[in-house]
């Protein structure tokens, strides 16, 4: 079973390790934000690559805030508010893909403000 308690408090406590942790080795991270359009995502394979990227993201000085978690089966979803010091705000919103208790599959879009 997936535990979205540790999902929720890795994410807004900026744990990287933890987050990390709930990952399966072979999983993939898809992301479309200003930089990577739909067309062309980035796209993250393996743990150690979504690795680099989470412990980027937990390292920045910036608060995170989950809303609207909905776990259901084999799926959770999630919005999550961002906000920088400057007060400059990011909105994410992610489907996991659960296998086996770890996160298979992610699928994230981000909106940033300008």
Known sequence: MFDV???RRSIEERDAANLIDLYADDAELELVDHLNPPSKPRVLRGRAEIADYLT???SRDMTHR???L???DNMVAFTERCEYP???RVLC???LHIADGRIGREVGVQVWDE
């Open 86 to 88: 400057s007060g400059s």
């Open 66 to 68: 989950i809303e609207h």
């Open 56 to 58: 980027d993201v937990c």
């Open 5 to 7: 308690a540790t999902l």
């Open 70 to 72: 909905i776990s259901e």
């Open 93 to 95: 919103s992610a489907i």
